[in-house]
């Protein structure tokens, strides 16, 4: 029985964890749960899955959370793996950042899901890697702002992380066909996101519900815009060299608008390894839970009709400047990663909310980047230094 602590469950990833989660009562028992500000889902999972802890980002929404446990909402959209009736919930409630970190590392759960959303989820996941537990980790933000410490944690406290992000999951599986030094070369795939067939003026004119429109995943917000820049793919560059420990010469981006191929391995001797499966993170969240075992979560079968006409092309790399930003922050090292992702995070909630065109995330991660003086990563305060001077550049930059 693992017991499980679930950063960021009311998200898309958090929501698909859950529903893999209710296919195996015997082997999960979830202990935790924390939400950001989505009080309503957050009521819904805790009376379908009863954690004994829970916490609230934002505390100001606590009274509001109890209110909605009192009055009883309904159990959607889960099945709970729970039998109905066991009265009153009596659970503990916490709030605020330090809330999450404390779930994160106490020692009532021994399996951290890694799922908010961007740098805010960073400290807790930095705990949970302090205090030796297993790791899946969907949220890539962490990696790329503080791969090296998150690594030394791990390693020291004997933490194991297993990768959530389906590219990763698919080098992760894949890689088990040979020896770890035997791992020559890395590609990760890309949809190509909703501009990969536009013209790059009309991508700068582009909406927000254009940049929205996903051509093959169902996301939250941020990492649908950031598929859209290809800056997810950006990010997933820097995240696989520090999972891997792949030098930036060996990671490769190919597009494949179908998304089915999720990752390819290259081996010394010239052969390559692929993992497949439909384009749903049930799969890869499964594997990173279930590890090293496969198990039937009765998740859907990959039809004969999605691999008739499976197709690769090299990226726009002039039309993406972001996959070039990466391999330039990337191979920069040090504080760079974050800035990147600082950048980029500042740039995206500016295009949400109507302040900057699409074109400007570009525009603006390429210049807080250029602006930045490298420094090395020895320890949490160069990041989070790093990380508010990006947010704070990109900020002024736009008045
Ligand atoms: P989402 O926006 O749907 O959910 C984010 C979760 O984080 C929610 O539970 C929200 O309440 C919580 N949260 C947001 N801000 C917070 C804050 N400041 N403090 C605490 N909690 C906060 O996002 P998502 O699509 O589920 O993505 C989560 C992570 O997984 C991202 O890093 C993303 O890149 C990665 N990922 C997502 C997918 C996917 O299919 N959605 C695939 C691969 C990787
Ligand atoms: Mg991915």
């Known amino acids: 029985m693992k017991n499980l602590c679930i950063l960021g469950s009311t998200g898309s990833i958090g929501v698909s964890t859950l529903q893999v989660v209710a296919q195996f009562p015997a082997k999960f028992r979830v202990r935790s749960l924390t939400a950001g500000r989505n009080v309503r889902r957050f009521a819904e999972q805790v009376r379908a899955f009863r954690p004994a802890r829970v916490a609230i980002a934002d505390e100001k929404l606590i009274p509001e959370f109890r209110k909605l446990m009192e009055d009883g909402v309904a159990l959607a959209p889960h099945p709970s793996p729970l039998a109905p009736e066991q009265g009153p919930w009596r659970g503990e409630i916490l709030g605020g950042p330090q809330g999450l970190v404390e779930l994160a590392e106490e020692p009532g759960s021994d399996y951290v899901v890694s799922a908010i959303v961007g740098a805010a989820g960073l400290l807790p996941t930095l705990a949970a890697l302090k205090r030796g537990k297993q790791v899946g980790i969907a949220n890539k933000e962490p990696l790329v702002m503080a791969g090296p410490l998150m690594l030394s944690a791990a390693q020291q406290s004997g933490a194991t992380i297993l990768p959530i992000d389906s590219e990763h999951s698919a080098v992760f599986q894949s890689a088990r066909a040979g020896q770890p030094k035997e791992l020559k070369r890395v590609i990760l795939t890309a949809s190509g996101g909703p501009f990969r067939t536009v013209d790059k003026e009309q991508m700068r004119q582009a909406t927000k519900a254009e940049a929205l429109k996903h051509p093959t995943w169902n996301m939250g917000a941020k990492i649908t815009i950031d598929s859209a820049s290809l800056m997810n793919k950006a990010l997933e560059i820097i995240e696989a060299h520090f999972l891997f420990g792949v030098p930036y010469d060996g990671i490769e981006v190919w597009v494949h608008p179908q998304s089915i191929v999720h990752a390819l391995v290259e081996f010394a001797d010239g052969s390559v390894v692929a993992q497949l499966g439909l384009p749903d993170m049930r799969l890869p969240i499964q594997y990173a839970l279930t590890y090293p075992e496969r198990l039937d979560g009765g998740l859907p079968q990959l039809p004969l009709e999605r691999m008739r006409n499976l197709a690769f092309e ?41 302040k900057i065109r699409f074109c400007g995330i570009f525009d603006l991660v390429g210049e807080a980047l250029r602006a930045h003086t490298t420094q090395a990563v020895d320890s949490l305060e160069s990041v989070l230094q790093a990380d508010k001077w990006a947010r704070e550049y990109v900020r002024a930059r736009c008045g």
Not at 314 to 337: H, I, N
Not at 346 to 353: G, I, K, S
């Open 314 to 354: 090299a990226p726009d790399r002039e039309k993406f400047p972001s996959l070039d930003c990466a391999y330039d922050a990337g191979r920069r090292g040090g504080t760079a990663p974050a800035v990147l992702n600082a950048a980029n995070e500042e740039a995206v909630r500016l295009f949400l909310e109507d």
